[in-house]
């Protein structure tokens, strides 16, 4: 049991659509962070997000966009889908200012085709 | 914008030889995590390095962090199979942004 909660395991979209991918953090943990982790790449840092806000972001374009809401679970958007968004999306949890490491979830396996 | 290299991209063993990763960052950094994912998994924290020459130790696995704090090493002593996967480390930055090196894939054979 990984402690943070992805769905769906699974997603096949078609170019040009629009995803929503779904976080719930480690019990006790209030950030949430969302990475991107194509084959046999490390995972490449999408957002981060604290107290509702988008605290940080990474290199990526806005067709990427983000929400957490008031219980700390946080949301990945996604529009206009392509191919090359096909990626195993990671979710990370963490305390603000502990001094360890994440937690992260299973991830959520996006194919677009 | 900052990188992380790890060397080397694969690594075969036989079972009970030991095995080193090396990261190195391109800028001087907060912290290092370092990270284990299983085939099919999922990244699994491993350790934290903060201080400058750090040197942290797990069981059969030990971690250092560079004096200057730009690079770090994992070593496994006596490789078992359960040890097979791709090691990741991660340089921290403020606000724990964590930037990725592109791993190194153990395959430990019996």
């Known amino acids: 049991d990984a402690g943070v909660t992805q769905s769906p395991t699974h997603l096949i979209k078609t170019r040009g659509q629009q995803v929503t991918l779904r976080c719930s953090p480690k019990?006790?943990?209030?950030?949430v962070s969302w990475y991107q982790q194509a084959l046999g790449q490390g995972p490449q840092f999408i957002f981060q997000?604290?107290?509702?806000?988008?605290?940080q972001r990474g290199n990526f374009p806005d067709r990427f966009s983000g929400h957490q809401f008031p219980n700390y679970s946080s949301e990945l958007n996604v529009n206009a889908l392509l191919l090359g968004d096909s990626a195993l999306y990671l979710c990370?949890?963490?305390?603000?200012?502990?001094?360890?490491?994440?937690?992260f979830g299973s991830g959520t396996r996006l194919t677009v085709v | 914008g900052q990188q992380v290299m790890q060397i080397p991209q694969y690594q075969h063993v036989q079972e009970g030889e030991d095995f080193t990763t090396y990261c190195n960052s391109s800028?001087?950094?907060?912290?290092i995590q370092w990270y284990k994912q299983r085939p099919g998994g999922h990244p699994v924290f491993l350790i934290q390095?903060?201080?400058?020459?750090e040197v942290k130790k797990q069981k059969r696995l030990t971690f250092q962090f560079g004096e200057a704090k730009k690079n770090s090493s994992l070593h496994i002593t006596a490789t078992q199979t359960t040890d097979v996967g791709t090691y990741f480390c991660?340089?921290?930055?403020?606000?724990?942004?964590?930037?990725f090196g592109q791993g190194t894939i153990l395959t430990v054979h019996p």
């Open positions: 990370a949890s963490s305390i603000d200012g502990a001094n360890y490491g994440y937690t």
């Open positions: 019990s006790g943990h209030d950030t």
């Open positions: 997000y604290y107290e509702e806000e988008e605290r």
């Open positions: 800028t001087t950094l907060s912290n």
């Open positions: 390095l903060v201080k400058s020459g």
């Open positions: 991660s340089g921290g930055t403020s606000y724990g942004k964590l930037t």
